[in-house]
């Protein structure tokens, strides 16, 4: 393999800057698309937190009005919609992208060419998103980006109520790129049924490869849905179709269905990549197997199939009957029951190991602590009467926080951690990676815990501003002076990326001593990966390769 | 223990075959068509729920979608895209054998009957729109009809479009018993616009009057 | 690698941080409880939920104590499995082998899936029990029946029963012959979906346009209690704030009586009333008794019997009620009431006849 120590093209260094630009626009390499969808996300990420920054600036004091209403309603719009459609999914897709065909030994994903479509699907989408704050004429002639929430709630979204077209701009952005999500849903499923390398069957894969298989049959599956009802929104809108018009028969409550349908199984495709990372991660710092795989895999499938069926529990407070509102709050408790078996098997994969706390493993542990807290109050929510007082409250922005920036945010920070120098060939800075951690945790156990105290005192989401005498100022004050810290530690990952990529540490092929086929080639990867297609005898290749003596298939 | 030694990638280990269910390109159109389903689900659970809704006094299904009486213009057209299911069933067959001539003249009947099934939506668009004044804006039924029926069309006219373009290089001579395979893939496409519509009939035309 | 934290500086920041973050939660909720001093009669100054003033709301926050009982166990014992790991099982700084091996366990994994599974039975069966309790599909007898109707961005109420309309202050009796009365809203919607939420007295129940809804409260004490709208309704959603008055009998049979009569009409005034008359005001609000019977705007009948207007977004004084006749847009920005233009005179003169609308 030293033979592959230069990557990939010769002629790459001689590059002029344009040819260099056009051989990115023009890639149809997994790799290549990897890297742009991660970026791309993470520029996403900066823009949505510097949205949510505004928000906590305008909500630090009661009666403030740093903001008018309609901006921090569009501000939430725009947050809600770009860290779920234009962060979560792109980072998701990005790293699936880059790591799962290296990880079953396959030199691209099955369709290469779509795979570049569906990228580019999902920035212009993105693009056509934001361009509504130019684009979209408001009601007074004014740019405007749509205000409707990031679930967009018919029939405030139909002509009478949302005038302009900022609502189409939601519309159509997201359609466009939830097409480019699900081609590369259905890419990766091929590539994970059809591309295996030798000897990989479906239970030698590594845990990571199983839990994206269920991701993108969950993308496959509800993002179809979404696709349909805003279709059917959008006409009638634009053509004066009558599904969701109140006045004309249209129904506000179908609207609902259809968008949970899919918005649930949608945040469990967000954090199901968050499990596949550190289910990655927590073995190689532990130095340890993970414990019980099967049941890690059984679990996986399980979480699949139950969050299609739990959709209603978001619509408690809409007056259902009770025995619809009881069976849902039954199959949405029921899917904590697979969560639980994940989280036990990844503490006991670190009972009795050794464990290092680089930073990976520092952003994994961090993880566990928080998505725990998300989980347990996403358990509360389910209790329907509990939820009677609650949702739509601050405590439902606490949970879905600590489940998404704990949960999902953390792990994609693992993540980054994890295979940057891999994918760069740098390591990131150990001390910097350090500090982002605690601020970040610091940070953001500041800006959401307090909300949980909000909700419950009775604050309602989504207000640009409230009274003094309600009792909520402090728990406001400290969500907002969380963000500072928080802000302090997404600098210091910037800071970080920049430093590193300049004159970072060089990561050798395998810095992390890891078991999985990507730490089998070089650092950055060939343009085809693999010399040779690699053959595997159980789900953790380089573990038999380093320990002759010891191999995995003996016992599996 | 064992004193295996490790020389390269390929440690000594109990030799697997390599089995593999399906090829990537069979893989990838069964994933289209399962997402298709969960579109056109959502489309078809939406018209049901909306069934019998419309305030009365506006045009009803029962009025303008009749399946009982004489020429049954519908079923007739159903009859037409629901063999022609057959027609390319034959012609993957012929093709796969090597017969390009039996391929060229199924292909082509498939195309036919398509496109007999098109222009019949059409003609009963026209009927609604310009006779019965039933349009998208009329009521719920017909923003739930022309979206689902139109939907449909829509993938009709895609996969006309896919089968003409085969069509066209077959006569220039294009194509061989090789290409069976992807040929086949465009029939699964096919045989799932048909039984897409195999649902539309029964939600649309039955059980919604 | 980096540089290194000594273990015992590192092992004291982690559990600095432990102990932060127990103590926050553990002081959060006697925080809750302390924000909300209890005034003799019953109201709050949050619209807390661990102040109920109502059965249904006494019945979710015992099963809430409940469900926070089991959950914080959990946390308890996952977070201090967590924090084990990271002392007991962190890796000596010289040790460069590898951990045992252990793929799993057959009788552990069964034990953590049966556990939680035995929990979430209990968990399900309270609750379930809870949800048949307090869903009321039909009126509970006795009940007095008031239609709750949300507008962008105020609230209608209706009292069928003695046949008056008024908006924005939702007045109830706390008892009447003496006993407990139920007061069972019927939710409707006149254009998007609100949701009415007042903690104190119950969960939230959303107002749907095209679908009744209704929502069960029975006030144990007298006392005004604030809630809000809490589903995303549009601009001024944040400002569709609720006032519900629990008054003692004899108080609310005043209250009944007086709202039941028509307009005050004091011939003082007349100048303003005329103006008022002349302006599109009429066209959206009614003043029963006059020819002002628009049905889009709150009632104004008795407009001074309320004490905030624009649904509570600023107190009911002569100065505000000018501020918002001269632009409302100024007080309540994006609301559906437009600036009438008028000259400082003229809304000087309106303002002088709304004063007298008691
Ligand atoms: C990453 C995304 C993510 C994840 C993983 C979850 C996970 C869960 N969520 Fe959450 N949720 C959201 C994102 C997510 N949620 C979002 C974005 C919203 C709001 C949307 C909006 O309105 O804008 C929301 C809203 C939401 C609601 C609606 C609230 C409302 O609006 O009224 C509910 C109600 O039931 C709920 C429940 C749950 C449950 C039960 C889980 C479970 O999956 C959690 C399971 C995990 C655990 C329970 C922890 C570990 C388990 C153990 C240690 C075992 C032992 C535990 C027990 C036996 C209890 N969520
Ligand atoms: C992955 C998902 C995700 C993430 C990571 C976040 C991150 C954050 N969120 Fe978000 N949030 C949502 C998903 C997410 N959110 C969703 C789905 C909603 C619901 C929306 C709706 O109601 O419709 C929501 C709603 C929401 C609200 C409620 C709004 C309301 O109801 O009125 C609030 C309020 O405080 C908030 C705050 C924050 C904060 C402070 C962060 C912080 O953690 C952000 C941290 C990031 C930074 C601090 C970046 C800082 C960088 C800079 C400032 C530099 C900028 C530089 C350049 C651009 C060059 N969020
Ligand atoms: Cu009405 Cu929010
Ligand atoms: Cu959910």
Not at chain 1, 60 to 67: E, G, I, K, R, Y
Not at chain 1, 515 to 531: I, K
């Given at each position: 393999m030293t033979a592959l120590d230069h990557s990939g093209n010769p002629l790459r260094a001689k590059a002029t800057f344009l040819g260099r630009m056009h051989e990115w626009v023009s890639t149809a390499d997994h790799k290549k698309l990897g890297v742009m969808y991660v970026t791309t996300g993470l520029l996403f990420f900066l823009i949505g937190g510097l949205e949510a920054t505004m928000m906590r600036w305008q909500l630090?004091?009661?009666?403030?009005?740093?903001?008018s209403p309609s901006d921090f309603n569009r501000l939430f719009t725009m947050h809600g919609t770009t860290m779920v459609f234009l962060v979560g999914m792109p980072i998701l897709l990005g790293v699936a992208n880059y790591i799962i065909p290296m990880q079953i030994g396959a030199?691209?994903?099955?369709?290469p060419r779509l795979n570049a479509f569906g990228f580019w699907l999902f920035l212009f989408g993105g693009l056509l998103l934001y361009f509504s704050y130019f684009g979209a004429q408001g009601l007074y002639g004014m740019g405007s980006s749509p205000d409707?929430?990031?679930?967009?709630?018919?029939p405030l979204t139909e002509r009478t109520y949302s005038r302009g077209h900022s609502t189409d701009y939601w519309i159509l952005g997201l359609l466009v790129s939830s097409f480019g999500s699900i081609a590369t849903g259905i890419n990766l499923i091929t590539t994970i049924l059809t591309?295996?390398?030798?000897?990989?069957t479906l239970m030698k894969m590594p845990v990571m490869v199983w839990v994206m298989l269920i991701d993108a049959i969950l993308i496959m599956i509800a993002m179809p849905p979404l696709a349909a009802a805003q279709v059917m929104l959008l006409f009638d809108r634009l053509?004066?179709?009558?599904?969701?018009?109140v006045q004309g028969g249209g129904s506000a409550i179908l609207w609902q269905n259809l968008f949970w349908f899919f918005g649930h199984p949608e945040v469990y495709i967000l954090i199901l990549p968050a499990f596949a990372y550190v289910s990655e991660i927590i073995p190689v710092f532990c130095r340890?197997?993970?414990?019980?795989y099967p049941l890690m895999v059984a679990a996986t499938v399980s979480i699949g199939f139950i969050s299609l069926g739990v959709w209603v529990h978001h619509l408690?407070?809409?007056?259902?009957s009770p025995m619809v509102n009881t069976i849902f709050m039954g199959s949405t408790m029921l899917i904590a029951i697979p969560t639980g078996l994940k989280m036990f098997n990844w503490v006991g994969t670190m009972i009795g190991g050794k464990i290092r706390f680089d930073t990976p493993m520092l952003f994994s542990t961090g993880f566990l602590a928080l998505f725990l807290i998300g989980g347990l109050t996403g358990v509360m929510l389910s209790v329907v009467p509990f939820d009677w007082q609650v949702s739509d409250s601050y405590f439902v922005v606490g949970h879905f926080h600590y489940v998404l920036f704990g949960g999902l945010v953390f792990a994609i920070f693992a993540a980054i951690y994890y295979w940057f120098p891999k994918v760069t060939g740098k390591m990131l800075s150990e001390t910097l990676g350090k500090w982002q951690f605690w601020l970040l945790f610091i940070g953001f156990n500041l800006t959401f815990g307090p909300m949980h105290v909000s909700g419950m005192l009775g604050m309602p989401r989504r207000i640009y501003t409230y009274h003094a005498?309600?009792?909520w100022e402090l728990w406001n004050m400290l969500s907002s002076i969380g963000v500072l810290v928080q802000i302090a530690g997404v600098t210091f990952f910037v800071w970080n990326v920049i430093q590193s990529l300049r004159k970072g540490k060089d990561a050798g092929a395998d810095p992390w001593d890891g078991?999985?086929?990507?730490?089998?080639?070089?650092?950055?990867?060939?343009?085809?990966?693999?010399?040779e297609i690699p053959k595997v005898y159980s789900c953790r290749p380089l573990w038999d390769l380093k320990h002759p003596e010891d191999p995995d298939w003996k016992y599996e | 223990m064992t004193t295996l030694k490790a020389?390269?990638?390929?440690?000594?280990?109990?030799p697997e075959p390599k089995s593999q269910l399906l090829n990537s390109g069979k893989c990838g159109m069964l994933c289209l068509i399962v997402s298709e389903i969960a579109f056109f689900g959502t489309l078809l659970a939406v018209y049901l729920f909306y069934i019998g809704k419309d305030p009365v006094g506006t045009i009803a299904p029962s009025d303008v979608l009749d399946?009982?009486?004489?020429?049954?213009k519908v079923v007739f057209n159903s009859i037409f895209l629901l063999t022609s299911s057959i027609w390319i069933t034959l012609a993957v067959r012929c093709l796969a054998r090597g017969n390009i001539m039996g391929f060229a003249l199924w292909w082509l009947l498939t195309i036919l009957f398509g496109a007999e099934f098109l222009v019949g939506t059409g003609m009963e668009w026209y009927g609604l729109i310009?006779?019965?004044?039933?349009?998208?804006?009329?009521n719920l039924f017909g923003s739930g009809f022309f979206t689902v029926v139109g939907f449909h069309a829509a993938h009709v006219t895609i996969g006309l479009f896919l089968l003409s373009l085969v069509f066209v290089l077959t006569c220039l001579g294009?194509?061989?018993?090789?290409?069976a395979e992807k040929v086949e893939l465009l029939s699964w496409y096919w045989h799932f616009v048909d039984g897409i519509w195999i649902a539309v009939f029964t939600i649309v035309y039955i059980l919604g009057n | 690698m980096s540089r290194r934290i000594t273990p015992a500086s590192r092992r004291s920041l982690l559990r600095g941080i432990a102990i932060a973050m127990l103590a926050a939660i553990f002081l959060a909720v006697p925080e809750a409880w302390a924000t909300a001093p209890i005034c003799e009669n019953g109201a709050t100054a949050s619209p807390t939920m661990?102040?109920?003033?109502s059965v249904p709301a006494k019945m979710i926050l015992d099963l809430s104590w409940l469900v926070w009982g089991i959950c914080f166990g959990i946390f308890l014992i996952m977070e201090g499995l967590i924090i084990l790991c990271i002392f007991?099982?962190?890796?000596?700084?010289?040790d460069d082998t590898e951990a045992p091996q252990i793929y799993g366990s057959n009788p552990i994994e069964l034990a953590w899936t049966i556990v939680p599974t035995l929990i979430v039975f209990v968990l399900f069966l309270v609750s379930a029990r809870t949800i048949f309790e307090i869903e009321k599909t039909s009126a509970p007898e006795g009940s007095l029946e008031i239609t709750v109707i949300g507008h962008q961005w105020w609230w209608e109420f209706d009292y069928p029963e003695y046949g008056f309309v008024t908006a924005n202050e939702l007045h109830v009796p706390a008892t009447r012959d003496g006993k407990r009365v139920p007061i069972y809203l019927t939710l409707e919607s006149n254009d998007v979906i609100h949701s009415f939420w007042v903690p104190q007295l119950g969960g939230k129940t959303d107002v749907v346009p095209n679908h009744i809804n209704h929502l069960w409260l029975e006030p144990t004490m007298t006392g005004t209690y604030v809630g809000q709208?809490?589903?995303?309704?549009?601009?001024q959603h944040a400002n569709m704030l609720i006032t519900v008055v629990v008054h003692p009998e004899e108080e609310f049979e005043k209250w009944v009586a007086h709202q039941k009569t028509e307009a005050v009409d004091d011939d003082t005034v007349a100048v303003g009333r005329d103006l008022f008359q002349r302006t599109a005001c009429i066209n959206c609000h009614t003043i029963r008794?006059?020819?002002?019977?628009?049905?889009?705007?709150?009632?104004?009948?008795?407009?001074?019997?309320?004490?905030?207007?624009g649904s509570g977004v600023v107190s009911n004084t002569a100065d505000n009620l000018a501020i918002w006749v001269y632009d409302p847009q100024i007080l309540?920005?994006?609301?559906?009431m437009p600036s009438m233009k008028l000259t400082k005179k003229d809304v000087t003169e309106i303002v002088q006849y709304l004063l007298t609308l008691k």
């Open positions: 630090a004091v009661p009666d403030s009005s740093l903001l030199r691209d994903l099955a369709f409707v929430g990031w679930f967009a709630y018919a591309m295996r390398c030798p000897g990989m053509m004066g179709a009558h599904f969701f018009d340890k197997v993970i414990f019980g408690f407070a809409l007056g259902l005498d309600r009792g078991w999985t086929l990507e730490w089998a080639t070089t650092s950055p990867p060939p343009e085809y990966n693999f010399e | 020389q390269s990638m390929t440690v000594q280990a109990p399946v009982s009486v004489a020429p049954m310009a006779v019965e004044g039933l349009t998208i804006r009329t294009k194509m061989h018993k090789r290409h | 661990f102040a109920p003033r007991k099982y962190r890796r000596a700084k010289d709208c809490a589903e995303y309704c549009g601009t008794g006059t020819v002002a019977n628009g049905t889009f705007a709150p009632d104004l009948t008795h407009l001074m019997s309320r004490s905030v207007i309540k920005p994006g609301c559906r």
